[in-house]
């Protein structure tokens, strides 16, 4: 009896040792994470996400300015938009690193969304600062240009024009070559909003200003949202309100920076198919292109010999 004991034993000992090769879920999955890739979230940037990114490439930075409901996310979103169409304003996409962020936004105002008017959704203040990243082709030189373009809550900046003193806790307009500031043209074509518009948007810019913070050579840019709005019976009279106020804008800021005045339609279906105005000359001022000159007005000195020739095709590449 005792030696069968000892066999039987002997049988579950070698079938205990086959289910150590047996694997666990647990290990199989761990193995299978083990061979998964972790791409990047492709959302917004965060401000340590934006000095990762400036530490390897050169971007120019785009401090984007204004109250809630002013049109500052539908502004970038278009822009981004008129890339999915193709080339636009003599320039190709290349690259974004935020690009479901571009489509997280942008997704509303799309026919898949099944809303019956087109919307952008709103910024939460809880977000806090975040970056869209864009980089685009030069369609004449080749050469790429990346863009990080600033997104945070219309309150914050309300805060910024009721509290000058809060504007030196906006990280964004240290290290901006251009500070865009966005007036709501839907306020400008209604009368009795207009002046409260214009205030509120000369207070915020006294506001960054006097903080001292911006470099020498910024550029301030005063860009006007919805001018589709101003067709009525008193454009006339708009216009020349609009135009008054970026006058004395440009007075007040023509010692301390350089100052532009952009109008803009971000979103205007009676276009057909091209719904913007204006984005495409706004985007080519960000990155800062000269306009190539013609063949005509380029003096190509006199070539007497081949080496001459040669020199010539080296230092016009």
């Not at 492709?42 to 050169?58: G, H, I």
């Not at 970038?76 to 996409?93: M, P, V």
């Not at 020498?216 to 589709?228: G, M, S």
């Amino acid at each position: 009896m005792s030696v069968i004991n000892s066999s039987d034993d002997a049988i579950d000992h070698e079938e205990e040792d086959l289910d150590v090769f047996e694997t666990t879920q647990s290990q199989s999955e761990s193995s299978q994470d083990s061979l998964l890739t972790k791409l990047p979230s492709s959302m917004l940037l965060t401000v340590a996400d934006a000095d990762s990114f400036l530490r390897w490439r050169d971007a120019t930075i785009i401090a984007v300015i204004g109250e809630r409901n002013g049109g500052k996310t539908t502004l970038l979103t278009e822009i981004y938009n008129q890339f999915l169409r193709g080339s636009y304003a003599d320039t190709s996409f290349c690259h974004s690193r935020t690009l479901l962020g571009f489509e997280e936004k942008s997704f509303p105002s799309r026919a898949d969304s099944r809303l019956t008017r087109p919307d952008t959704p709103r910024t939460s203040v809880q977000d806090g600062l975040r970056f869209f990243h864009l980089a685009v082709l030069d369609k004449i030189d080749f050469k790429r240009r990346d863009l990080l373009i600033t997104e945070r809550a219309g309150e914050t900046y309300r805060e910024v024009r009721d509290n000058p003193e809060s504007a030196e806790e906006l990280l964004e307009i240290r290290k901006a070559a251009y500070i865009v500031f966005i007036l709501d043209g839907e306020r400008v074509a209604d009368f009795r909003r207009r002046a409260e518009a214009f205030s509120s948007v000369r207070g915020m810019i006294k506001s960054v200003i006097e903080t001292q913070n911006i470099e020498n050579k910024i550029e301030i840019q005063l860009v006007t949202t919805k001018c589709d709005l101003f067709e009525s019976d008193q454009k006339h009279r708009i216009i020349l309100a609009l135009e008054t106020f970026e006058q004395q804008l440009a007075e007040m800021l023509s010692v301390k920076c350089n100052f532009k005045a952009h109008r803009t339609i971000a979103r205007n279906p009676k276009l057909g198919v091209r719904t913007t105005e204006g984005l495409d000359v706004l985007l080519r001022s960000w990155l800062n292109m000269a306009k190539p000159k013609l063949k005509s007005e380029i003096n190509v000195p006199l070539l007497e010999s081949e080496f001459d020739k040669l020199f010539f095709r080296r230092e016009s590449k």
